[in-house]
């Protein structure tokens, strides 16, 4: 009977979809879900919340609470980690700051809360003092990273420590999106997609054994124009899987771009004001003003309804939090590790060779078997060059600069990082904004740690 | 008794620092050098004037002269190609037009004639249908790339080919400018000079067996100001090696720059137009509008003293051209290959492990021990990250889109290169360059390749 520890369960951009998993997933009966948070109140909720939703499912599983870090950890064999140090305040304070000095919705990656905090170095001291925790007290239990940056994060676990890791993003299943908007038949397709973090490709895309990028082009020529005015897509910026922005992306490198490419890695032309952003997505997609304000009221909705629900003890959760599978990938990674499923999911696990190009040692999200002592990942070969030339490789090389930053406490490395933004016009620019960030009272650690 | 073949002979730029080689190294007595030219008049000339200058030396060489490349390469044991495909002019006329489209100086390297021609498209051609040639009618001659782009031009032939391949670059040798410039003797300095072409680092500097880095630090601090006051300094746009870019680059990337280092891969802010230009190099450097024109000036001076030498048969060649080695490796190359004499020096050949962090089958410039059958790479290891991130892998990527868009004659990949450049402000403003550009009537072929 396993354990696992969710660290910084309280979190209400994970908590719900996890809660939901735990609840339905019938091959984890019998196991230890230790919830941990340093926000007793928060984690109170969210353990009520579970507690009477698996009483409503009637699953049998162990509940446990915890503010401490240590105690979580013992003896777990799977530990997810959702924590988002500090929360999202100070990262709309940041971005702020940043559009002052010449940079339209920050110098975060574009994903809006993907770095925060000076190129993302709360998350990653966090992240690295957790991991180090875990090695020292369950050396053998599974290190999980769900909350961003995912990419830079796991990255950072699988080569400092000698845990077993792997990093988590519902993106992947994007293509889902895709089929659904062609109108195909989800038990006819076969699709893979490949990449890094928040940077994925439709590489392969059959329909009843058939390539089905024709069905793809035959979309775009005949249907996106009214797609692209209908409510459905003019009503939803997070409708995002194939907007004009995946459209472009998909003539300029040649391969379809999936869930969170077109936020992450679209290019910069696209992404230049507001106005520019409407034109790749609905109301300028999810980062715009538009969308990322949206989102962040979505999160605060979602937590005065959790509240609520935690209150009033008399209306089931199921009505409210249906029994469904949330579409994520952790719990299904879990049991498939326990019950040696051998499960294909989309996982961040470090290359070894699957993709060509990239050093063994770089974490990729790719289709991945998952037993009880294996990861067999799925032979990927080469990418198309164009698309590893223009778009991999320099993801790759920003994941580098921000660890080797990390790590080597190195201001000057994200100044020469900053000096490549197209928005640049100076250096002094870059150390007008560099200082200004980290003068921050939020920012006091990594005033220190960059030196 | 080897045979040389000297492709291109007639290269202004090339031809009397081979012929002082070839006259000089004693090791070379009884080889055949057969000089070709499609260009009877220039081959005529290069041939005469090394006739004589053998000769006044007392050199033992059998000189030949074709212009047919096949007779040329027949039985050839290396093959020099110092090739520039139709000459200078075209690409002064491709600088104008991309100065229309608001690229100061061009879209070239920042090297004024390293690409030309579309990124090199003709250059690139042209040294593998040479290549072919020679790996159908001399398989086991020696390839040597003398000519620019070195560094892509070394890389498409060790891959497309199976000839043994090195590129030349007397670029490197400019750390003894900086042994010069600090007073050092040179006997007893001991340096490694590492990174790609044009792209090279002083990774290991020692005087009497201790780092000579502080020696460079003090004249920094003491001496810099009154050397960028002096006429030393001023008055030589083209004495590059201690100018207040390389100084800069030292600070930034945390290892001084060699040689031509400070031209191509100095950061965009050094080169937005000749004002800043004037701050980092004399007059702006070698790559201004002042600096380069001298150079095209100095190239046609030297052509018309080779002309006026040849028709003057009183004259002794060794008045003019004086009896001393040239500083390239080319000849000491051939030299220590026919010897065995086990000499280092500074070559572009690929890695295979020499540099960590970089493929096997990139082409590294680096220090090598040449024998008879053996290229000893010195084994570098690793570069401080902060140099591989910024400077070494980007210049890695560049050649990588350069002949992953010539091999696959995909014109959008140079498209997307260009939208990264950072005086790139649209999209339509790159199409329109692109066009323009290709529409030139000596950018035909190039016009019908990149599709």
């Known amino acids: ?35 941990m948070d340093i926000n007793q109140d928060r984690l109170n909720m969210v353990y009520s919340l579970a507690s009477r939703y698996i009483k409503e499912l009637d699953m049998d599983l162990n509940l446990e609470k915890t503010t401490s870090r240590e105690e979580a950890i013992r003896e777990a064999d799977f530990v997810i980690n959702t924590v988002k140090v500090d929360g999202y305040d100070f990262m709309e304070a940041e971005r702020e700051i940043a559009e002052k000095h010449g940079y339209y919705r920050g110098i975060d990656d574009k994903v809006s809360d993907y770095y925060g905090g000076f190129f993302a170095y709360k998350q990653l001291n966090f992240f ?50 895709i089929v659904k908007i062609l109108k195909l038949n989800p038990e006819e397709v076969e699709a893979q997609v490949v990449g890094l973090n928040h940077c994925n490709w439709l590489t392969r895309f059959l329909y009843r054994g058939n390539n089905a990028y024709p069905l793809i082009d035959e979309w775009i020529e005949k249907e996106s124009e009214n797609y692209w005015k209908s409510d459905e897509y003019l009503h939803n910026p997070w409708g995002y899987h194939i907007t004009p922005a995946a ?64 209150k009033d ?17 952790i719990v299904p990674f879990i049991d498939s590790i326990i019950n040696n499923k051998k499960e294909k999911l989309i996982l961040n696990i470090p290359n070894n060779g699957a993709v060509e190009g990239l050093p063994d040692d770089v974490v990729v999200e790719i289709p991945v078997t998952v037993g009880k002592d ?78």
Request: aromatic residues 10%; charged residues 25%.
């Open 374 to 451: 294996t990861l067999e990942r799925e032979k990927i070969g080469r990418l198309p060059n164009r698309l590893m030339l223009h778009i991999i490789i320099p993801r790759w090389l920003r994941m580098e600069i921000v660890l080797q930053a990390f790590r080597e406490r190195d201001k000057k490395s994200i100044l020469l990082m900053l000096m490549e933004d197209h928005r640049t016009k100076s250096l002094e620019q870059v150390e007008a904004l560099i200082e200004d960030i980290l003068s921050q009272p939020w920012n006091g650690s990594a005033k220190e740690h960059y030196r």
């Open 1 to 35: 009977m396993s354990k696992i520890a969710v660290i910084g369960a309280g979190s209400v951009a994970f908590s719900m979809s996890l809660i939901q998993d735990f609840a339905l997933t019938k091959g984890l009966s019998g196991c230890t879900v230790t919830f």
């Open 313 to 329: 003890e008399k209306t089931p959760i199921t009505e409210k939090l249906p029994p469904r599978p949330s579409g994520e990938v």
């Open 247 to 310: 459209v472009e992306m998909y003539k300029l490198y040649g391969v379809f771009p999936v869930g969170d490419s077109v936020r992450s890695v679209s290019p910069w032309w696209f992404n230049t004001d507001l106005v520019t952003k409407e034109k790749y997505f609905s109301s300028g997609g999810p980062d715009s003003e538009v969308g990322w304000t949206m989102y962040l009221f979505g999160l605060k909705m979602r937590l005065r309804m959790m509240e609520e629900l935690a």
């Open 128 to 177: 690295l003092d957790l991991a180090r925790d875990v090695e020292r007290i369950s050396p053998n239990a599974w290190f999980m990273q769900v909350s961003n940056p995912v990419f830079e994060g796991t990255n950072i676990i699988a080569r400092e420590t000698g845990l077993k890791v792997a990093g988590f993003c519902h993106g992947a299943q994007g293509y889902k999106d």
